[in-house]
Nanobody
């Protein structure tokens, strides 16, 4: 049974950092890409970052480049999203999704999702 469980969200001041985790079970990261998406109130879900299974290629949306870093630990079957220099506009529920091999920006192309973790950036 495929499961994705996000954790690490919380309340942080602008300029602060958080590290989100996406713990996977029921499959191995060796063959699947993991994408991080976020959804703010009243907005559509948007892609934030992704790491592919084939060569570990990473992708970031423009608004987080240079601030966020995605990584994976295959031994722990976990993907991380290190978020630095957080801004109020990063406030959202963050989700991780799984799909075979390659990354894509389209959330409809991901097969499984976690329950999400809330990130709030506020002073």
């Amino acid at each position: 049974q495929v499961q994705l469980v996000e954790s690490g969200g919380g309340l942080v001041q602008p300029g602060g950092s958080l590290r989100l985790s996406c713990a996977a079970s029921g499959f191995t990261l060796d063959y699947y890409a993991i994408g991080w998406f976020r959804q703010a109130p009243g907005k559509e879900r948007e892609g934030v970052s992704c790491i592919s299974s084939s060569d570990g290629s990473t992708y970031y949306t423009d608004s987080v480049k240079g601030r966020f870093t995605i990584s994976r630990d295959n031994a722990k079957n976990t993907v991380y999203l290190q978020m630095n220099s957080l801004k109020p506009e990063d406030t959202a529920v963050y989700y991780c999704g799984q799909r075979p091999v390659l990354c894509t920006d389209y959330d409809s192309e991901y097969d499984y999702w976690g329950q999400g973790t809330q990130v709030t950036v506020s002073s």
